[in-house]
């Protein structure tokens, strides 16, 4: 069970890795539409800038600390993985080698 566990948590960090990695991009964007308009005047522009410029910080700062729990988890993974492989490096090797067998197979039928 702690081996699909472990798959199961690998993906989903890749993809909330590629998810993060957007929202940056997008936060970026957002920077620099916002320093494009600086210099427009008007009651309705400085409004939606205020707005902008308030949910851009609210967004960095919520990138930061999901950067961080992302970051907390990995770590957390890394260590499991190595006391795992600690306690049991008969049953890693058999995995390993198990692993490297049906890639082998895989790749020879192709």
């Known amino acids: 069970m702690s081996k699909k566990a472990a798959h199961s948590d690998a993906a989903p960090e890749t993809s909330v ?3 993060l ?7 970026r964007d957002a920077e620099e539409l916002l320093r494009a308009t600086e210099g427009h005047a008007g009651e309705k522009i400085a409004e939606i800038r205020a707005r902008a410029e308030e949910s851009l910080g609210s967004a960095k700062e919520r990138l930061r600390d999901a950067g961080e ?8 993974a890394a260590r499991s993985a190595d006391t ?6 008969w049953t890693a090797v058999a995995v390993a080698v198990g692993i490297g067998y049906l890639l082998g197979v895989g790749t020879r039928r192709r």
């Open 69 to 76: 729990s992302v970051g907390t988890h990995a770590r957390s």
């Open 84 to 89: 795992y492989v600690r306690e049991n490096p």
């Open 17 to 19: 890795e590629d998810f």
């Open 21 to 27: 990695e957007d929202l940056r991009a997008v936060v």
